[in-house]
């Protein structure tokens, strides 16, 4: 995880932004910034937003699927919800090129936006 003075609990702002751990007084463009303090103390709350916290970014899970119509395993394979509740796992190039009977259900899911 990045860490920011923004996010430390050391960290102090009103008239201006002091740090208790170091005893100073930081800039607002530094108190943004990242960096690689020893005393950071990871808080929750934003020093400059009161009403919002702090929101970590979903990360993309890089595991690889196996397509159901070529048996390629790839990271780029996106599933589907067919109409009768089956599930399709199928890579770009068999959802565009592919012509058997999974991927013109998976192409209709996805015109749908039935993508899980």
């Given at each position: 995880?990045?860490?920011?003075?923004?996010?430390?609990?050391?960290?102090?702002?009103?008239?201006?932004?002091?740090?208790?751990?170091?005893?100073?007084?930081?800039?607002?463009?530094?108190?943004?910034?990242?960096?690689?303090?020893?005393?950071?103390?990871?808080?929750?709350?934003?020093?400059?937003?009161?009403?919002?916290?702090?929101?970590?970014?979903?990360?993309?899970?890089?595991?690889?699927?196996?397509?159901?119509?070529?048996?390629?395993?790839?990271?780029?394979?996106?599933?589907?919800?067919?109409?009768?509740?089956?599930?399709?796992?199928?890579?770009?190039?068999?959802?565009?090129?592919?012509?058997?009977?999974l991927a013109?259900?998976?192409?209709?899911?996805?015109?749908?936006?039935?993508?899980?």
């Amino acid at each position: 995880m990045k860490q920011y003075c923004r996010y430390c609990a050391y960290l102090v702002t009103g008239n201006g932004t002091y740090c208790q751990a170091h005893e100073k007084e930081l800039s607002d463009s530094y108190a943004k910034r990242v960096n690689n303090c020893k005393d950071f103390d990871f808080c929750e709350m934003d020093a400059y937003c009161e009403t919002s916290g702090y929101k970590p970014r979903n990360r993309k899970s890089n595991k690889k699927l196996t397509c159901d119509i070529c048996k390629r395993e790839s990271t780029s394979c996106n599933r589907y919800l067919t109409e009768d509740g089956r599930t399709i796992t199928i890579c770009p190039p068999c959802l565009v090129n592919g012509d058997s009977y999974l991927a013109r259900l998976a192409r209709k899911a996805h015109e749908e936006g039935r993508k899980i």
